[in-house]
């Protein structure tokens, strides 16, 4: 069997939450809907990505897992690095995140290093 770009697209495009075993039922429900030699997005495999869609956004904001570092404000990360003389790395431990995310909170409320 050969897959539809459109289906391909599709399922690339795809947050998956499940991972292999959602895109298993994804092409299980392509093999079933699909007539011929092709797989095909077809309003049966539409209506499950679109139901998914829609699980994933009905989700609140607040249910989603919060990043690392998010409840960090721009004066304790800078309190933090000046306190660690600039060094990321102390900042981080201090802070009990990792260096990527203090690089990413420096970056996030504009502040230097210094």
């Known amino acids: ?13 795809h947050h998956y939450r499940e991972h292999t075993r959602e895109l298993d ?9 699909s007539r011929g030699d092709y797989l095909l ?7 499950e990505l ?12 607040s249910e989603l897992p919060a990043a690392p570092g998010d409840g960090l404000g721009p004066d304790e990360v800078a309190a933090t690095l000046a306190s660690a003389g600039g060094n ?6 201090l802070l009990g995140v990792s260096r990527h995310v203090v690089h990413r909170l420096i970056r996030q409320h ?5």
């Open 88 to 93: 990321v790395t102390q900042a981080a431990n």
């Open 25 to 33: 039922r994804l092409l299980g429900l392509a093999i079933e809907s």
């Open 1 to 13: 069997m050969r897959l539809q770009p459109h289906l391909v697209d599709a399922l690339l495009r």
């Open 50 to 61: 679109g139901r998914a869609r829609g699980e994933l956004s009905a989700l609140r904001r």
């Open 110 to 114: 504009g502040l230097s290093r210094k």
């Open 41 to 47: 997005l077809t309003p049966e495999v539409k209506a």
